[in-house]
Nanobody, 114 residues
Framework: QVQLVESGGGSVQAGGSLRLSCAAS????????AGWFRQAPGKERELVAT????????DYADSVKGRFTISRANAKNTVYLQMDSLKPEDTAVYYC???????WGQGTQVTVSS
């Protein structure tokens, strides 16, 4: 069974950058669309970005367009989320997801201070 492990979260000041990684084990995720979600305290989980199997097609929530970039390295079985120009409202736990497999990672905390 595929397992996902996120890493790269942390605490940064507004305007800073972080790069999240989602490493898969137990099977290949290269045939599948992947996504990043986030959940802030007291709020519902929301979709941040998705990427198709080849990396050729990406989609973003309006709130992160132009600041976040999703990518993948299928040879490494890993999906990334580059986050630039971070804002305090980006503070949340970020989760990696492969919807087709119904698999979620454990999440990684991102905290942005003003």
């Amino acid at each position: 069974q595929v397992q996902l492990v996120e890493s790269g979260g942390g605490s940064v000041q507004a305007g800073g950058s972080l790069r999240l990684s989602c490493a898969a084990s137990g099977g290949s995720i290269s045939p599948y669309r992947a996504g990043w979600f986030r959940q802030a305290p007291g709020k519902e989980r929301e979709l941040v970005a998705t990427i198709n199997w080849s990396g050729a097609t990406t989609d973003y929530a309006d709130s992160v367009k132009g600041r976040f970039t999703i990518s993948r390295a299928n040879a490494k079985n890993t999906v990334y989320l580059q986050m630039d120009s971070l804002k305090p409202e980006d503070t949340a736990v970020y989760y990696c997801n492969i919807n087709t497999l119904g698999v979620w990672g454990q999440g990684t905390q991102v905290t942005v201070s003003s």
